[in-house]
């Protein structure tokens, strides 16, 4: 099974800031199966990036991720008030697909 | 519009059964890949079981010989059979469909229901 270990936990920014978020695997991730998704309260996940870099239909270009094998990021270049939610990788290369435990972007 | 709704959720005995139901719209479940997701209160996501368009199932350990997806074609409609359930199992249960498949053939939840709770208590 493949390990997701995000950090931070939690990020304080303030809005217009730039996020920084990482996400590294237990064992390399083929064919950069590496997606994210961040979560509002109440509501269900929504798919931010898929395949390492590709951002999903109707995903703003304030959003962006890199990475490779092991080491992923996902970037925030200026945070609009909508974005202040959980965010959480998840790696689909092979079963069992496993989450990162999220990271948390919080109003400063 | 494409669309996922759950339902089937509850509140139910430990070592109780209960079936949860994805009903889809706007595209065929028999032709993707399709999973249940669940998140335990205030935690994070755990993917519990998915099923290939060719019917082949795979599971959680944690809910290996307790659980059994499965679908409905006639119904376009994804199953989650759960049985013995423990507390552990309380959660919030998603199903979500792929999409952008990689070269795997597997790819992302780019679609993803609303979820159902899943109560489980004595």
């Known amino acids: 099974e493949i390990v997701l270990t995000q950090s931070p936990g939690t990020l304080s920014l303030s809005p217009g800031e730039r996020a920084t978020l990482s996400c590294r695997a237990s064992q390399s991730v083929t064919s950069s199966s590496l997606a994210w998704y961040h979560q509002k309260p109440g509501q269900a996940p929504r798919l931010l990036i898929y395949?390492?870099?590709n951002r999903a239909s109707g995903i703003p270009d304030r959003f962006s991720g890199s990475g490779s094998g092991t080491d992923f990021t996902l970037t925030i270049s200026r945070l609009e008030p909508e974005d202040f939610a959980v965010y959480y990788c998840q790696q689909y290369s092979s079963s069992p697909y496993t989450f990162g435990q999220g990271t948390k972007v919080e109003i400063k | 519009e494409v669309q996922l709704v759950e339902s089937g959720g509850g509140l139910i005995q430990p070592g109780g059964s209960l079936r949860l139901s994805c009903a889809a719209s706007?595209?065929?479940?028999?032709?993707?890949?399709m999973s249940w997701v669940r998140q335990a209160p205030g935690k994070g996501l755990q993917w519990v079981s998915l099923?290939?368009?060719?019917?082949?199932?795979y599971y959680a350990n944690s809910v290996k010989g307790r659980f059994t997806i499965s679908r409905d074609n006639s119904k376009n409609t994804l199953y989650l059979q759960m049985n013995s359930l423990r507390p552990e199992d309380t959660a919030v249960y998603y199903c979500a469909k792929e999409g952008y498949p990689a070269n795997t053939g597997t790819g992302p939840f780019d679609i993803w229901g609303h979820g159902t709770m899943v109560t489980v208590s004595s």
């Open positions: 395949g390492a870099s």
């Open positions: 099923i290939y368009s060719g019917g082949s199932a």
């Open positions: 706007g595209f065929s479940v028999r032709s993707n890949y």
